[in-house]
């Protein structure tokens, strides 16, 4: 089978193309035929070995599938943790879900960890209350544009999206957000405070880091929560304990693997999703789709910040 495979870490070009075995299913597993192969910039981090889960080589990256299960024929995504990025993949049997009908491969993958993430952000860690604001930093991204769309349905009151270019923001209007900022660092804070109707910030859902997770803090209310679930500038911060007793702030992390191992986090989460897709409630943006021996170039357009939602890769071409 064809696959892309990282032999030493670094930038994009070490994903190359490789033929290689198709994997074989053990206990508990099952072996998928791959369809789609969802795209995640966490796969940056893991390309330089800098992601919260260390790296070890070789390694077929993509933490995520949607395709057809071998022994039964059935339509599925899947959480695979690597490997995804071929013509085959191999996937815990408790982390794979049937995909409905009316439910293309693009979206099932966007909602599964995307989608998921967006989930839990609003209700398993910021839990918001009725009427919050919440702002979703890259609210045109992969979980971003999911987590705008979420807002309204899930009890916020105003949703502020930042994205890097005016189509971008243009996008997060037509989700449902109520005002879009550009994410330049620099007066981040006061324009949040401006979207906000003059009012300090309830929740920030925060996946850049550095400055701008600073800015985030900034803008934030008493009781205010600051949700990290990604470090997209690779820049970590260090969070003072007496600013946060003085302004009663939180900050949370999140990370969705932590809750794969619970079945109550994930089947609930994602039977909600797939029925919101499938009433229409829920429009995943699906955005390119390269062929598998342009992954290097996917990568590239991602960190680039080229991209819009959810980003695939066929590895049928």
């Not at 260390?54 to 390694?59: H, I, Q, R």
């Not at 996008?171 to 981040?188: C, I, K, Q, Y």
Request: contains cysteine; aromatic residues 6%.
């Amino acid at each position: 089978m064809r696959a892309i495979q990282i032999d030493e870490f670094g930038g994009p070009e070490v994903l190359r193309l490789v033929e290689k075995e198709i994997p074989t299913a053990g206990a508990g597993e099952v072996l998928i035929q791959v369809s789609r192969a969802g795209l995640n910039f966490a796969d940056t981090h893991t390309r330089t070995n800098s992601y919260l889960a260390k790296a070890e080589l070789p390694l077929v990256p993509g933490a995520e599938v949607a395709g057809t299960r071998e022994d039964t024929g059935e339509r599925v995504v899947a959480l695979v943790g690597s490997g995804g990025y071929a013509e085959y993949a191999v996937a815990p049997a408790d982390r794979t879900f049937p995909v409905p009908d009316g439910v293309d491969d693009g979206t099932a993958l966007a909602l599964l960890l995307q989608g998921l993430t967006a989930w839990h952000l609003y209700q398993s860690v910021a839990r918001v209350r009725p009427g919050e604001s919440v702002v979703v930093i890259a609210g045109a991204g992969g979980v971003g544009s999911l987590a705008v769309q979420l807002g309204h349905p899930l009890g916020a009151g105003r949703v502020i999206a930042t994205a890097s270019s005016q189509e971008k923001r243009e996008l997060t209007l037509e989700l449902g957000a109520d005002a879009a900022l550009d994410p330049d660092p620099e007066g981040l804070a006061e324009r949040m405070i401006e979207a906000n109707e003059g009012r300090k910030v309830d929740v920030v859902f925060e996946m850049a880091g550095g400055r701008v997770f600073d800015e985030c803090m900034e803008a934030l209310a008493p009781f205010g929560r600051c949700v990290a679930y990604g470090i997209a500038s690779q820049e970590q911060n260090r969070v003072a304990t007496g600013k946060l007793m003085r302004r009663s702030q939180t900050v949370a992390g999140f990370w969705l693997m932590h809750c794969l191992g619970r079945p109550e986090m994930v089947d609930e989460a994602l039977a909600d999703l797939f029925a919101r897709a499938a009433r229409g409630e829920l429009r995943v943006v699906v955005g390119a789709t390269y062929p598998l021996e342009d992954a290097a170039q996917a990568h590239r357009d991602l960190q680039g910040r080229r991209t819009s939602g959810k980003l695939l890769l066929d590895p049928t071409r």
